[in-house]
């Protein structure tokens, strides 16, 4: 890939010489290097440095009646659990008929998932029908191989309903893309997993699917402690996406398992005098 | 755990690979086409990073289909393969691709032909090649039974002698492989062996 480098050109020949204010643009262009003695390693640690470990549970299916996708909405900074917020929106809505979920370092996911949004609308503009979810996830997947190696860090799910029906790729920072009909991204991906795979048939009703979506974030939420706050499930349909649900999984725990007094065998009684 | 192999047999060229997507420990799909139709009579077996092994492979896969739109002809087999090692030495020293190839294809006068690529682009024109951890399990099996012009059944024979060997031996083996083949009909799907129905219905 040639870098356009146009931005970098001295404008020596416009300033007339002896122009102190401009002065300083004549001189070549350069930027400074950190002082270290091994550059090539305090890259790699920079890089290493920014690159959360993608605390987060999202997951997505696709069923007979569409996808649903399901997220939690924790937000942590790595090492020992410090959350840093209960309430990020990890289900970014790229336009009423497609959805991606965020999975990595933040900033990366909403801006790439915005950039991705404008491409759509901009194929939409130019070919006067929609982009399909395959035309936009390979879209985003060559954005992302062309930064490979320079530290984004994003892994995210596009799910959306098109022409040819719905349809769910999962896209990675790496470069990588896989198109599947079940996906479970993230830190907590592991136990959601377990949940989606047991409870998973493509004959789900939207409510069992809405139900299986938000069951298995909860799971994932009660052991993975980068995992927490508000599940949150949409269903992709024809007609495009739809919020169903959003319960914060303290209340959930105790639906799922409601506290039972416990039976007291033998209850303590004063002491008599001896 | 990627395992690709291949061989080559009386008129007919197969590579197998495994179909499992991974991301650390967890297996994200178990129906992943790592074979990719080159054209008509080519086939490209690539292992390696996700990102790398589909952008490589379409990248020589677009390439090869502008040679025959500008030129009116399908390039040869040792051609494309030639072609695809030039692209990985260039990138090598800048931003090297990490992708293993093995391409299979068959030529009007040459018969049908494979070749090993690694991602340092050492190229060679082989009878029988495997990358991977599949390459400690199968080649041994594949130098002892493998002769010159086997027939499709001998060589599925052999291929499936390599996948019960990946399996018994190796400690997280893939579950599914596919077997393509490419002989003067045509590059096609030849069969799967699953030990564990897939994640995905097929239409993927």
Excluded at chain 1, 77 to 92: D, E, L, R
Excluded at chain 1, 105 to 123: E, P, T, Y
Excluded at chain 1, 195 to 210: F, K, P
Excluded at chain 2, 105 to 115: E, F, K, R, V
């Amino acid at each position: 890939m040639k870098l356009d480098t146009s931005g970098l050109e001295s404008f020596s020949t416009l300033t007339a010489p002896g122009d102190d204010v401009v002065g300083e643009f004549s001189a070549p262009p350069s930027f400074q290097l950190p002082n270290s003695n091994d550059f090539d390693g305090f890259v790699k640690e920079a890089i290493q440095m920014v690159k959360p470990a993608k605390g987060t549970t999202t997951l997505a299916f696709i069923f007979k009646d569409g996808v649903i996708v399901a997220a939690d909405s924790r937000a942590s900074m790595g090492g020992y659990i410090y959350v840093t917020s209960q309430s990020v929106k990890k289900i970014i809505e790229i336009n009423p008929y497609m959805l991606g979920t965020m999975a990595g370092g933040a900033a990366d996911c909403q801006f790439w998932h915005r950039n991705l949004g404008i491409k759509c609308r901009l194929h939409e503009l130019a070919n006067k029908r929609r982009i399909s979810v395959t035309g936009a996830s390979k879209l985003l997947a060559n954005i992302l191989y062309s930064y490979r190696g320079m530290g984004l860090s994003v892994g995210t799910m596009i799910a959306g309903w098109d022409e040819t029906g719905p349809s769910l790729y999962y896209v990675d920072s790496e470069g990588g893309r896989l198109k599947g009909t079940r996906f479970s991204v993230g830190s907590g991906s592991p136990y959601a997993y377990g949940v989606l795979d047991n409870g998973y048939r493509y004959d789900l009703s939207v409510e069992e699917a809405v139900e299986l979506g938000r069951r298995a974030i909860y799971h994932a939420t009660f052991r993975d402690g980068a995992s927490g706050g508000v599940v949150s499930v949409y269903h992709v349909g024809p007609e495009g996406w739809k919020k169903w649900t959003g319960d914060d999984v303290g209340d959930l725990h105790y639906q799922y398992y409601p506290v039972v007094p416990s039976t007291v065998e033998q209850e303590m009684v004063e002491a008599t005098g001896a | 755990m990627e395992c690709v192999f291949g061989l080559v047999g009386k008129g007919f060229a197969i590579v197998v690979a495994d179909t499992s997507a991974v991301h650390g420990i967890l297996v994200h799909k178990t129906n992943e086409e790592k074979i990719m139709k080159l054209d008509s009579h080519k086939l490209i077996a690539a292992s390696g990073e996700g990102g790398d092994r589909v952008q490589f492979s379409e990248y020589i896969h677009k390439n090869v289909a502008l040679y025959q739109f500008r030129n009116g002809i399908p390039l040869t087999t040792s051609a494309a393969a030639n072609f695809t090692r030039a692209e990985l030495a260039a990138a090598l020293r800048k931003n090297p691709y990490a992708v293993n190839i093995l391409l299979a294809g068959y030529d009007n006068h040459t018969g049908p032909s494979l070749y090993y690529i690694d991602y340092l682009a050492t190229l060679h024109k082989v009878d029988k090649a495997a990358f991977g951890y599949a390459s400690y399990l199968s080649l041994s099996m594949m130098d002892t039974h493998y002769h010159a012009g086997m027939s499709l059944q001998e060589a599925i024979d052999l291929v499936d002698k390599c996948i019960t060997e990946i399996r018994s031996r190796l400690v997280v083996a893939p579950p599914n492989f596919v077997m393509k083949i490419v002989d003067q009909h045509g590059a096609r799907e030849c069969a799967w062996r699953q030990s564990l129905p897939s994640a995905s219905p097929t239409f993927c």
